[in-house]
């Protein structure tokens, strides 16, 4: 059986990595074969040599999507939680993992992730202090081809994680 991926993407604090670890979860209750990638997770090991310039990121995104592909051909449920910034960045994803993905624009509003940030990152970004910050000194381009989008500004985590595996039910039974 072929498997899925499943790909959260929007602005940094935005809920990507929250309603991922939800929907993984709720998989793995199912008891659907899931693994998840995460943008930080991934910057800890195999990505620990790239920055953050768009070159950087767009190498971030296309290793991680070759590693999605690779277990979704395996028969995993691959749950992913990427930035990924640019159309360019996300056609390249589709690209790679072509019929076998869902994307997910996690909606949140700027001023959402921005309240939300608890590690300071946007104020240092607009003091000039941090460079390549998405949405603010790096572009986030608003996508144009999405499967699926979440407001976690507006729905609680449940109501989210709820309106994802409604959406994804149907992959299920693939």
């Known amino acids: 059986m072929e498997g899925k991926v499943i790909w959260f993407f929007g602005r940094p604090c935005a809920g990507k990595t929250s309603l991922a670890n939800s929907v993984k979860n709720e998989l793995l209750a ?15 090991g195999i990505n620990k040599d790239l920055g ?42 589709h690209q790679i993992i072509g019929h076998a993905l869902t994307m997910v624009f996690v909606s949140t509003p700027l001023e ?9 990152h946007y104020k240092k970004a607009q003091a000039g202090e941090l ?3 998405t949405g603010i000194t790096s572009p986030f381009e608003e996508p144009r081809n999405m499967a699926l989008a979440i407001d976690c500004g507006m729905l609680s985590l449940e109501e989210a994680t709820q309106g994802c595996m409604e959406h994804l039910l149907k992959d299920l039974r693939d």
């Open 30 to 44: 199912q008891g659907v074969k899931t693994i998840s990638f995460d943008g930080d997770e991934l910057r800890k």
């Open 52 to 93: 953050f310039s768009i070159a950087d990121r767009q190498e971030n995104i296309r290793r991680a999507a070759e590693l999605a592909a690779l277990f979704a051909r395996k028969g995993y449920r691959v749950v992913c939680s990427f930035v990924t910034p640019t159309e360019a960045i996300r056609e390249m994803v």
């Open 112 to 120: 959402v992730c921005m309240a939300r940030d608890t590690k300071g």
């Open 131 to 133: 460079a390549n910050f």
